[in-house]
């Protein structure tokens, strides 16, 4: 029997807010299953405010902070803006955190650490869940906490995470990149971190992090995903995942423009600069990590390797468009209109 | 000439269900400014609470009232502050003060004079969208186009001299008796003269837990949890040049010991008959509120008018805040003249 898919949309709160609502409106029609919300507080409107807000806007969509970290705020702050964002939207909201990443750099600090991750999961899902913390003494507890269920996700992108994540939340958000290779390396890591845990994979809620771009051509589309993947696959930041996604990938020096960048290539306010960052890397490489990291084409090749990577029981994405200072329109029509009715028409949707 | 009254009033985010209506109720009543409690573990999210106040409003000004620099990162706030003032279309506030119930209730030390001052700093050049270097980085939230007016909430006499020194305004919270008017107007203006500035330059703000009812006795009792907040905040580093008797030191020193940040300023809970348990409830009343029959208020607010106070920011921790605000704003304000 096919399940169907579920598929999440990014969406980065850099335009003005009245924009932003009509746009998320726009989402849910196109017939999305969530948006999550950006939270980096220097490129982004603040992610509660978008999240709530977007609450009253909406009816179906589920909401969530993609993604919070446990250092820009106290976790019975995270805590407690999650539960007043599914006061607004009861039974449509998830909390996702990470280790921080433009949260973090754009402050200098170091993303957090895995023992951090562990202690503020405990404490957010111990406080949504009504139940006393102990802070340093101090019993903490949140008093409107509604004991509704709210899934508590981790996100990871290092085998060591993913682990921790399979072990210690309700499900996990995998940034990692998106083939066979790689998402068999990945299932192997959640289940060994299930298994610590006593639980098993079906236990867990897993979502694909996939980035995403179309365009009318396939050229285009690999031209636009330039700082994506050269930020990914040549600065490294995908290095866990390069061998098992099979790539064969040359030496390249970088560079020094790509590193002044702000805040980094792949978060560029300018993307035509940072593309022109990357013209050190042959077309031929872009092309080979596009095809690894997610969903980089015409809206018809996205809904092939969907429906290819179905196969190997991924059926929960979260789409992560490529800029983070443009509302990804194109893609909200190319999914509209193209995406999900191939789907449907092939019983996943 | 003399100012006229103004008045403000804070709305504790106990629940979303009608908080919309609430705020439109207060923008009607005539209120100048609107402030949302901060308290994370007890009311819904401040930010949350300021989103769903803005749009259902037009014209006060809002904001936090107030907030802290501890759990929140200082450019969170200002990214959040900024978002607001967007959203509202520009009428956000930013109070900020050393922290009580929200860093009580998880243990944390409450914000240094220091922290105080940095966070004022800071906050200030943030939220005007300029660049503040620190830690190696670069902080600057991209999109703030507009420096939004900073509060400092202030007790003591070396924070009221920071505020004056700092801050856009103050919102004073050591009392309203006419000898504590006079003592904080002189320490914001010692800190308004070491920055080249006169209390003119500075919008000072009273802070006052308010209740209307047909007798002082009946007016009191509902808020009596509201001045236990108040001796527990407004004397808790020290007592010394806050014009407190020595003979209540002790007394003040023991409610502080029994009062419970978790329930804070919640009617009914138990912080309500501290008051009465130290006997502080009439030295704390005309200290701290303005409250008893509309003419009492009347005379209060002008006995503390005389003294140099003329803008209140009130409490509405009453259980029909609705109509309290109604009439506050229709039959003590206009008699204030």
């Given amino acids: ?349 | 000439m003399a100012s006229l009254a103004r008045f403000g009033v804070v709305l504790l985010p106990e629940s979303l269900a009608g908080f919309g209506d609430l705020c439109r109720e207060a923008e009607e009543s005539g209120f100048d400014v609107l402030g949302v409690a901060d308290s994370q573990s007890v009311f819904r999210e401040l930010y949350v609470a300021l989103t769903v106040a803005a749009l259902n409003t037009s014209r006060v000004r809002l904001g936090p009232l107030v907030t802290n620099p501890l759990t929140r990162h200082l450019v969170v706030t200002a990214s959040a502050v900024s978002s607001i003032d967007e959203v509202s279309g520009g009428r956000a506030i930013l109070g900020i003060g050393s922290g009580d119930s929200a860093i009580f209730t998880i243990g944390a030390p409450p914000a240094t004079l220091a922290g105080l001052e940095d966070a004022v700093v800071t906050l200030g050049r943030l939220t005007s969208g300029a660049r503040v270097d620190r830690e190696g980085r670069r902080w600057q939230v991209h999109r703030s186009a507009r420096r939004v007016p900073l509060y400092l909430a202030a007790e003591g006499p070396r924070t009221l001299e920071l505020a004056g020194r700092t801050a856009d305004g103050v919102i004073v919270g050591l009392g309203l008796t006419p000898e504590v008017i006079r003592l904080s107007r002189a320490a914001i203006e010692r800190g308004a003269r070491a920055a080249g500035r006169t209390l003119e330059d500075l919008d000072i703000w009273w802070f006052a837990k308010t209740n209307v009812a047909t007798t002082r006795e009946e007016a009191i009792r509902p808020i009596t949890m509201a001045l236990a907040a108040s001796a527990n905040h407004a004397f808790r580093f020290t007592l010394a040049g806050k014009g407190v008797p020595a003979a209540l030191h002790d007394r003040i020193k023991g409610l502080q010991r029994d009062y419970d940040a978790h329930h804070h300023e919640i009617a009914g809970a138990g912080n309500a008959e501290l008051t009465d348990r130290w006997g502080l409830t009439e030295f704390l009343a005309d200290r701290f509120a303005i409250a008893g029959t509309a003419d009492d208020c009347v005379r209060q607010i002008q006995r503390a008018m005389e003294a140099g106070a003329h803008q209140f920011v009130i409490t509405s921790f009453v259980p029909e805040p609705r109509a309290f605000m109604r009439q506050w704003m229709h039959e003590v304000a206009p008699a204030v003249g």
């Fill in chain 1, 1 to 349: 029997m096919t399940e169907p898919v579920r598929v999440h949309l990014r969406v980065p709160g850099t335009a003005p807010m009245s924009e932003l609502m009509t746009f998320i409106r726009g989402v849910e029609g196109a017939g999305f299953d969530g948006v999550g919300i950006l939270d980096s507080q220097m490129l982004c409107r603040d992610t509660f405010v978008t999240l709530g807000q977007a609450a009253t806007h909406t009816s179906r969509l589920t909401l969530f902070p993609a993604v919070t970290n446990p250092f820009t705020r106290h976790a019975s702050v995270l805590a407690g803006a999650m539960q007043t964002v599914e006061e607004l939207a009861p039974g449509r909201v998830k909390f996702v955190i990470g280790t921080g990443y433009t949260s973090a750099s754009t402050i200098g600090r170091k993303p957090a650490t895995l023992a951090e991750m562990r202690a503020c999961i405990a404490t957010v899902k111990a406080l949504l869940g009504g139940q006393q913390v102990d802070f340093d003494g101090t019993r903490g507890r949140l008093a409107f906490a509604a004991g509704r269920r709210i899934p508590v996700l981790m996100a990871a992108s290092g085998p060591k995470a993913i682990e921790v994540a399979a072990e210690i939340a309700d499900g996990v958000l995998l940034l990692v990149g998106f083939n066979r290779g790689i998402v068999e390396k990945a299932l192997g890591h959640l289940e060994r971190g299930a298994r610590r845990a006593g639980r098993r994979l079906e236990d867990l809620e897993i979502i694909w992090a996939v980035r995403t771009g179309t365009a009318t051509t396939t050229a285009e589309a690999r031209r636009l995903a330039r700082p994506t993947a050269v930020h990914w696959g040549i600065l490294r930041w995908g290095g866990h995942w390069v061998e098992p996604a099979g790539l064969r990938l040359p030496t390249l020096e970088i560079p020094d423009a790509v590193w002044k960048v702000y805040p980094d290539l792949s978060h560029a306010e300018d993307w035509e600069a940072a593309i022109a960052a990357t013209a050190f890397v042959p077309d031929e490489v872009v092309a080979q990590l596009s095809d690894a990291l997610g969903l980089i084409g015409t809206p018809e090749h996205c809904a092939d390797r969907m429906v290819e990577m179905t196969k190997l029981g991924v059926q929960n994405l979260y789409l992560m468009p490529l800029q983070t200072f443009t509302p990804p329109a194109s893609e909200v029509r190319a999914f509209g209109s193209v995406v999900f009715p191939r789907l449907r028409a092939l019983g996943l949707r």
